[in-house]
T-cell receptor
Framework: DAKTTQPTSMDCAEGRAANLPCNHS???????VYWYRQIHSQGPQYIIH???NNETNEMASLIITEDRKSSTLILPHATLRDTAVYYC???????????FGTGTRLTIIP | GAVVSQHPSRVICKSGTSVKIECRSL??????MFWYRQFPKQSLMLMAT?????????EQGVEKDKFLINHASLTLSTLTVTSAHPEDSSFYIC??????????FGDGTRLSIL
């Protein structure tokens, strides 16, 4: 998988937008960026994925830079339930396997 | 949305026992299922990948005779931990995908071997 780099931890105030960055400078042109999160003692939850255009769904928005070397996951109005470890993953093209790094531990502060 | 059910959620058993964990895709047909293991304060590690009707592909360092995987149908995969020992205690998580769609994960099984 293309290597990704994320901050180890972040805090965000409840109700504010949480912006989680990810660097993936070695990404290839046909590789997608996936975001998952893992709430304590649960299985990971799929959030969103994208190739080069910005994406939005009911959970979050994904902003991918034009050179595709980095992306930002945006949770528009963070709640306490968004406290989790967030993983940015870039699987090798044609390979379904996901390699989980250490992710970003996001803590939402009341 | 896609739902993956994993059962049981927690198992406590004696050393030497074999334990079977089930993973079901409830509302879609999973062409591929994956099994992960997660030790405390660590990230998920992929153990094996299985496609329906074929043998599982194990990651390096994972003993295929220790961790038996069966993927008999498009909605069910099982992981059997044979002759489990305390060092096998971990959080086991399955995921399922359909034709390169995003993987969806079960809620995991916490296995404790006494």
């Amino acid at each position: 998988d293309a290597k990704t780099t994320q901050p180890t931890s972040m805090d965000c105030a409840e109700g504010r937008a949480a912006n989680l960055p990810c660097n993936h400078s070695t990404i290839s042109g046909n590789e997608y960026v996936y975001w998952y999160r893992q709430i304590h003692s649960q299985g990971p939850q799929y959030i969103i994925h994208g190739l080069k255009n910005n994406e939005t769904n009911e959970m979050a928005s994904l902003i991918i830079t034009e050179d595709r070397k980095s992306s930002t996951l945006i949770l528009p109005h963070a709640t306490l339930r968004d406290t989790a470890v967030y993983y940015c993953i870039v699987p090798n093209f044609g390979n379904e396997k996901l390699t989980f790094g250490t992710g970003t531990r996001l803590t939402i502060i009341p | 949305g896609a739902v993956v059910s994993q059962h049981p959620s927690r198992v406590i058993c004696k050393s030497g026992t074999s334990v079977k964990i089930e993973c079901r895709s409830l509302d879609f047909q999973a062409t591929t299922m994956f099994w992960y293991r997660q030790f405390p304060k660590q990230s998920l590690m992929l153990m094996a990948t299985s496609n329906e009707g074929s043998k599982a592909t194990y990651e390096q360092g994972v003993e295929k005779d220790k961790f038996l995987i069966n993927h008999a149908s498009l909605t069910l995969s099982t992981l059997t931990v044979t002759s489990a020992h305390p060092e096998d205690s971990s959080f086991y998580i399955c995921s399922a995908s359909f034709r390169n769609q995003p993987q969806h994960f079960g809620d995991g099984t916490r296995l404790s071997i006494l």
